[in-house]
Nanobody
Framework: QVQLVESGGGLVQAGGSLRLSCAAS????????MSWYRQAPGKQREMVAV???????NYADSVKGRFTISRDNAKNTVYLQMNVLKPEDTAVYYC???????WGQGTQVTVSA
């Protein structure tokens, strides 16, 4: 059974930093692409960052230069380092495994002005 468990969300002031973690089980973590998505109230879920099994990364334009996705295959964990946070980054952040397609329960990130 696939399980993705996010942690690290919280309340932070604008300009601050947070590090999200997503621990995976039940998948062959090292060979699957992992992603972070977010969904703000009243908006569609959007891709934030992607990392392939080979370590290639891609980011939404809105977070380029501020967020960094990384993975530790030994720990079956993917991370999202978020710096220079803005109020518009406020959302529930979800971890996704591409194969099999699986989602975590989400972690709330709130950035105050």
């Amino acid at each position: 059974q696939v399980q993705l468990v996010e942690s690290g969300g919280g309340l932070v002031q604008a300009g601050g930093s947070l590090r999200l973690s997503c621990a995976a089980s039940g998948i062959v973590f090292s060979i699957t692409t992992m992603s972070w998505y977010r969904q703000a109230p009243g908006k569609q879920r959007e891709m934030v960052a992607v990392i392939t099994s080979g370590g290639s990364t891609n980011y939404a334009d809105s977070v380029k230069g501020r967020f960094t996705i990384s993975r530790d295959n030994a720990k079956n964990t993917v991370y999202l380092q978020m710096n220079v946070l803005k109020p518009e980054d406020t959302a529930v952040y979800y971890c996704n495994a591409r194969f099999p397609n699986s989602w975590g329960q989400g972690t709330q990130v709130t950035v105050s002005a």
